[in-house]
């Protein structure tokens, strides 16, 4: 090569802003360029030197060229320098005449500021998903704010969070909890918030006798059995074309409609009874259960592969008696609801309510729910008063008072006990003195307790003096 030429070619290279190092087939650099930039050593003190010995040094690490001499064949990597520079490299082998290593060329490029890029896009990304999530739990408070579902506790609205992140996928999901506990009214909200145009279909598997059940899912053709209809049945698989379908008490489902359930889930078709051909469905599938269906696994009575597909969303909801916060706020939805229902303006005293918060509702809210309307339907009196509620939880009010022995001082449950009582005797006294005769008491006591408990019944009485 001409001393021109050379010249030229070093030119050209230098020129280019990356760093090139070239070196000889025992890893003696004989040419490199932007040393002073990656390196921050001149190339004249780079040149001649062995890349085994710049990589000891941590000029650069680790080193291209070893690389690829030791696995003989190219290589790519990323290469830091002592300035704190990354750098992606590249060396290759030149091959002279006979096949045998002439040059290693290794060039580079400047990842750093990619790095930096890459950390600033992580930073944006992580602040948009968590506005993501604020504007996911304003939508979630403003949805409890509108919904019939009534969230107060915590759970309940972690709950309805998750409802609203998967309402609008096609998963599958699984309500499961104790009887009562409001799994019905939740799969009808899911469907609501789904925004899917059909309709939401409910089946309780329970409800229908085994030899009907297939005939009622699936639908049959005319004449499939005695007793059909000579016009056939659309079934309520097909009903929920578009829509939810909601199968209740999911654990009930014979064996003989499991298979059948898992080809429905996992194709999207199912044949009528009486009928050859398939029928394609599309729907959204919710089903609940009050029963432990890993035990039905362990015993054969449910299929393995289909709980996995029913359980895709498995939303567990808590009794009624974990739900303490959300007590209160069912309690006074319901009264409202009956009260219009009934074209009624019944009113519950406090004392009761207190009896309604200290009871533990096995029965949950369907319970709640029975015991209220009751009550509306049935007292007399424009205020439902302790003395009309039912013997069972009238008399577990004492049960429950007396069940915080030893987890709150006497002096304690001494001032709550006189509190409820003061509270009884004002919903059924019209002053203070009816009240003094009504605890055998005088009536300036009357005062004096109703004073000392002014952060309960404000600062003066709420019944009038005589």
Same mark, same amino acid.
């Given at each position: ?90 060396? @290759? ?40 999530? *604020? ?154 259960? @009050? ?59 406090? *004392? ?115």
């Amino acid at each position: 090569m001409k001393n021109s030429e050379k010249w030229e070619w070093e030119e050209i290279i230098d020129s280019i802003y990356t760093d090139v190092i070239l070196t000889d087939a025992s890893g003696i650099v004989i040419y490199a360029n932007n040393t002073e930039y990656w390196f921050d050593m001149k190339k004249e003190a780079v040149i001649g030197r062995s890349v085994f010995q710049l990589e000891k040094e941590k000029v650069f690490y680790p080193s291209i060229t070893r690389k690829v001499l030791e696995t003989g064949r190219k290589q790519t990597l990323i290469q830091e320098t002592r300035s704190g520079v990354k750098l992606l490299v590249t060396g @290759n082998i030149v091959h002279d005449e006979k096949g045998n290593i002439k040059y290693i060329a290794c060039y580079a490029q400047d990842i750093s500021e990619l790095e930096k890029l890459k950390s600033y896009i992580k930073k944006v990304e992580g602040e948009l998903k968590s506005i993501k999530e *604020e504007l996911l739990q304003l939508q979630v408070k403003e949805t409890i704010l509108s919904s019939s579902v009534v969230a107060k506790s915590e759970k309940m609205k972690q709950i309805l969070l998750i409802i609203n992140r998967v309402a609008e996928t096609d998963a599958s999901i699984l309500l499961t909890g104790e009887s009562g506990v409001g799994k019905s009214k939740l799969a009808e909200y899911v469907h609501q918030k789904s925004n899917r145009p059909g309709k939401l279909v409910s089946v309780n598997c329970s409800s229908i006798p085994e030899t009907l059940l297939e005939s009622e899912l699936f639908g049959y053709a005319p004449g499939a059995f005695t007793g059909a209809n000579p016009k056939g049945k659309k079934g309520l698989v097909e009903e929920a074309q578009d829509g939810t379908l909601f199968l209740d008490e999911i654990g009930e489902l014979p064996n003989s409609l499991q298979a059948k359930l898992l080809t429905l889930i996992q194709e999207k078709k199912f044949y009528p009874v009486g009928v050859t051909t398939s029928k394609k469905v599309n729907f959204r599938l919710i089903t609940a259960t @009050n029963v432990d269906l890993s035990e039905q696994i362990k015993e054969n009575l449910f299929r393995e592969d289909l709980y996995y597909r029913l359980s895709v969303i498995h939303i567990p909801i808590p009794p009624l008696k974990e739900r303490k916060d959300d007590l209160l706020a069912l309690i006074m939805e319901l009264i409202n609801t009956f009260n219009k229902r009934y074209n009624q303006e019944k009113e519950f005293s406090h *004392e009761t309510i207190n009896y309604f918060l200290q009871y533990t509702w096995p029965g949950n809210v369907r319970e709640l729910s029975n015991v209220i309307e009751m009550l509306i339907l049935t007292v007399e009196d424009y205020v439902i008063q302790p003395s009309h509620l039912p013997e069972h939880i009238a008399s577990n009010y004492t049960a429950a008072s007396l069940n915080n022995l030893g987890q709150k001082s006497l002096p304690d449950l001494l001032k709550e006990t006189e509190i409820s009582i003061l509270k009884e005797a004002l919903t059924r006294c019209k002053s203070t003195t009816e009240m003094a005769k009504y605890l055998g008491i005088s009536q300036p006591t009357v005062v004096r307790k109703l004073q000392k408990y002014k952060d309960v019944f404000g600062e003066s009485p709420t019944v009038n003096e005589d």
